[in-house]
Nanobody, 114 residues
Framework: VQLQASGGGLVQPGGSLRLACTAS????????MGWYRQAPGKQREFVAR???????YVEDSVKGRFSISRDNAKNAVYLQLNSLNPEDTAVYFC?????????WGRGTLVTVSS
């Protein structure tokens, strides 16, 4: 299983980005697709995920600014980031749980700076 993430970049405070991640390869049944992030010098932290049934979970610290969505037909997951601030600067990683195996993408860098 390969995960390809895209959409990161440099954005000014208050701006928006949309991250995308597509899973490919031997995919049977996806339990959930989600996102984590890792800021410089910090541990990786959960951001959001959406289950195959459509249930979404968003970390409290970004709730109201970030939203997650999926396109099951494309095995894709998206993360809409709004009202970005410098504290959101991090590498954002796509994570997929297929049956009992967890897969990670390489990550896409989001830099929030003026």
């Amino acid at each position: 299983v390969q995960l390809q993430a895209s959409g990161g970049g440099l954005v000014q405070p208050g701006g928006s980005l949309r991250l995308a991640c597509t899973a490919s390869g031997s995919i049977s049944s996806i339990n959930y697709m989600g996102w984590y992030r890792q800021a410089p010098g910090k541990q990786r932290e959960f951001v959001a995920r959406e289950s195959s049934g459509g249930s979404t979970y968003v970390e409290d610290s970004v709730k109201g600014r970030f939203s997650i969505s999926r396109d099951n037909a494309k095995n894709a997951v998206y993360l809409q980031l709004n009202s970005l601030n410098p504290e959101d600067t991090a590498v954002y990683f796509c994570n997929v749980l297929i049956e009992r195996s967890s897969y990670w993408g390489r990550g896409t860098l989001v830099t929030v700076s003026s």
